[in-house]
């Protein structure tokens, strides 16, 4: 028998026209995506259907919208057969809505709140991160070391092999960014984001999160969730309110989740919600075990 693990992407999986033509095609998406509009306060489906692109990447909308593309996904199911859960970043609250966890609207505005609080926290304390590639994990973080005599900057996300983010201050990361290319570096790219994810300068966002966080009405988890902070499974609700408090400025383990999970015995993987990124991340991390995904209405033929 297959072991399943659902996976939920996160920031960067969202595209003008998502979960548009779910919508069309499902009156129970409606009324999903409509009380997800009354939750919010405004209409974040034309956004997300219509766009412009400009207001859909800012980190407040983006958020919120690829979590409910993914929850919209996971609630049209007929059978949900998963094992275990795991999300990327942001992903890891579609996860604990998925185990049972968290409820859809509590997640949605705890998602909505923590897009605000990370955009307010790269207005007050700007930064940026980088793509490092082609390089082992011990050596970008001595190179993050070194580099942060001229600024903050820590690794961010361990996506898979050769592929890591870092994190921190503009003169930081741009130091770390020139000793990686000196150091052999297949390719180091700066990204476009509004803010430094996952590092210290997410501390007032996480100072603001913590209020919101201790109100939540968190459960424990019905399946194990894969938490970012550890890459291990947890399922207690109040190591779970813990460990999304700490993920704010602590990095992303996802190759060691995946590599985890597989030990644990998990031979599937399912991505539900925008794009195809983890599936890639899967691929590059374990070439012998199954993905697939489910984005579009027309994937989910024989599941509704």
Avoid at 86 to 102: D, N, P, Q, R
């Amino acid at each position: 028998m297959s072991k399943i693990a659902y996976l939920f992407p996160g920031q960067g999986s969202q595209s003008v026209g998502m979960a548009k033509d779910i919508y069309e095609n499902s009156d129970k998406a409606k009324e999903i995506i409509d009380s997800a509009n009354e939750a919010l306060g405004f209409d974040i489906s034309q956004i997300m259907f219509e766009g412009p692109i400009e207001s859909l990447k800012q980190t407040d909308v983006t958020q919120p919208a690829i979590f409910l593309h993914s929850i919209l996904i996971f609630n049209l199911l007929k059978e949900t057969k998963f094992d275990v859960a795991a999300g990327h970043s942001l992903g890891e609250y579609s996860a604990l809505v998925a185990a049972g966890a968290i409820g859809f609207i509590d997640a949605l505005k705890l998602v909505r709140f923590r897009g605000q609080s990370m955009l307010q926290a790269g207005i007050e304390q700007p930064g940026t991160m980088a793509a490092v590639i082609g390089m082992d994990p011990d050596k970008v973080e001595k190179i993050c070391d070194e580099a942060s005599s001229a600024g903050i900057v820590q690794c961010a996300n361990f996506n898979s092999p050769g592929q890591i983010v870092i994190s921190g201050s503009v003169d930081g990361v741009h130091k770390a960014m020139d000793l990686a290319k000196n150091a052999g570096a297949k390719m180091v790219k700066e990204l476009v984001v509004s803010g430094a994810f996952h590092s210290p300068l997410m501390q007032s966002a996480k100072d603001k999160f913590k209020a919101e966080l201790d109100k939540a009405d968190i459960k424990n988890a019905l399946k194990p969730v894969y938490a970012n902070v550890t890459a291990k499974p947890v399922t207690d609700k109040i190591e779970i309110s813990n460990l999304l408090f700490d993920q704010l400025t602590s990095p992303v383990r996802w190759e060691e989740t995946i590599k985890n999970m597989i030990e644990d015995g998990i031979t599937e993987f399912v991505e539900i919600g925008p794009g195809k990124v983890l599936q890639g991340l899967v691929k590059r991390i374990n070439r012998d075990v199954r993905f697939s995904g489910l984005e579009k209405y027309s994937d989910l033929e024989g599941l509704i």
